[in-house]
């Protein structure tokens, strides 16, 4: 059985950090695209970014909001895809998912098989 678990969602000031972990089990992790979306209440779901399963790992950063703030990065030997977030801002609050798909990145929630339950970023002074 295939599962992704999100982990690190919290409540955090302003200009604050988060680490959100993609821990999998049933699948290695380095054989798919890992991708990070987010979704508020009532929004539609917004991808961020994305580490791709070719040999480099590509990384694509869909959410201009976020470039110079977030990162991806994988850890093979935990089975784990890393979402990184600095400088944190109140609009940055939402339910972070990760997803995973056997194809390349792909900026369409619909395109990927393996999905988490989602953790909870709340930014709020």
């Known amino acids: 059985q295939v599962e992704l678990v999100e982990s690190g969602g919290d409540l955090v000031q302003p200009g604050g950090s988060l680490r959100l972990s993609c821990a999998a089990s049933g699948i290695t992790l380095d054989f798919y695209s890992i991708a990070w979306f987010r979704q508020g209440l009532g929004n539609e779901r917004e991808g961020v970014l994305c580490?791709?399963?070719?040999?480099?790992?590509?990384?694509?950063n869909w959410a201009d909001a976020v470039k110079g703030r977030f990162t991806i990065s994988r850890d093979s030997a935990k089975n784990t895809v890393y979402l990184q977030m600095n400088d944190l801002q109140v609009e940055d609050t939402d339910i972070y998912y990760c997803?995973?798909?056997?194809?390349?990145?792909?900026?369409?929630?619909?395109?990927?098989?393996?999905w988490g339950q989602g953790a909870r970023v709340t930014v709020s002074s």
């Open positions: 580490t791709s399963n070719d040999d480099d790992n590509t990384i694509h």
């Open positions: 997803a995973a798909r056997l194809l390349p990145c792909f900026n369409r929630d619909d395109a990927y098989l393996y």
